[in-house]
Nanobody
Framework: QVQLVESGGGLVQAGGSLRLSCVASGRTLSSYYMGWFRQAPGKDREFVSRISRSGGNTFYADSVKGRFTIMRDNAKNTVYLQMNSLKPEDTAVYYC?????????????????WGQGTQVTVSS
């Protein structure tokens, strides 16, 4: 399994931006489809975004489409989530996850390696 460590979370005002990073170790990141999920207090973990192994294909939840961008740098074993125009409802713990399966990309059970999460708090 690949080990994942997220960073970049924090407190930001509504309308602001954050960039999350997820660094992989143990195995080559290019072998994995990478996803971002989030979980708010009292809610289920929800899909945010997924990027293919080469970075050529991306998917987004409707709630973040047009505001978030997922990217990867396989040479640096790192995946990013650029979050712009943040809203209070984006407040959650954000997790990156790795999967060797292309589909279903939005199902968290499809991912077998997870980071510890990074807190994102958006104030109104």
């Amino acid at each position: 399994q690949v080990q994942l460590v997220e960073s970049g979370g924090g407190l930001v005002q509504a309308g602001g931006s954050l960039r999350l990073s997820c660094v992989a170790s143990g195995r080559t990141l290019s072998s994995y489809y990478m996803g971002w999920f989030r979980q708010a207090p009292g809610k289920d973990r929800e899909f945010v975004s997924r990027i293919s192994r080469s970075g050529g294909n991306t998917f987004y939840a409707d709630s973040v489409k047009g505001r978030f961008t997922i990217m990867r740098d396989n040479a640096k074993n790192t995946v990013y989530l650029q979050m712009n125009s943040l809203k209070p409802e984006d407040t959650a713990v954000y997790y990156c996850a790795a999967s060797q399966l292309a589909f279903p990309y939005s199902d968290y059970e499809n991912y077998d390696s997870w980071g510890q999460g990074t807190q994102v708090t958006v104030s109104s």
